[in-house]
């Protein structure tokens, strides 16, 4: 008994961590949230906010690797500025 108290113990340990890191998360994405709209309110085009924030993400090669396969398909399609 004495261990399976023990491991309830430990498994509600971990539930409750993961649900505060779930409300933290939550929290974090309304911030996020009211971030776009106040840019928005300013005249923020919000979209390519989203996608500048994206490719800030990308390893660097990656992002070379995608630009170059984009401009690949946007020249076979008649697409290419």
Not at 4 to 30: C, G, M, P, Y
Not at 66 to 72: Q, T
């Amino acid at each position: 008994m004495d261990s399976n108290t023990a491991e309830a113990k430990h498994l509600l340990s971990f539930i409750e961590r993961i649900e505060r890191l779930d409300e933290d998360r939550k929290q974090v994405a309304e911030d996020i949230k009211e971030v776009y709209a106040e840019a928005k309110g300013t005249g923020y085009d919000v979209k390519i906010m989203r996608k500048v924030v994206s490719i800030r993400k990308m390893d660097h090669d990656k992002r070379r690797e995608e630009d170059e396969i984009l401009d690949l398909y946007l020249s076979a399609l008649g697409m290419a500025g």
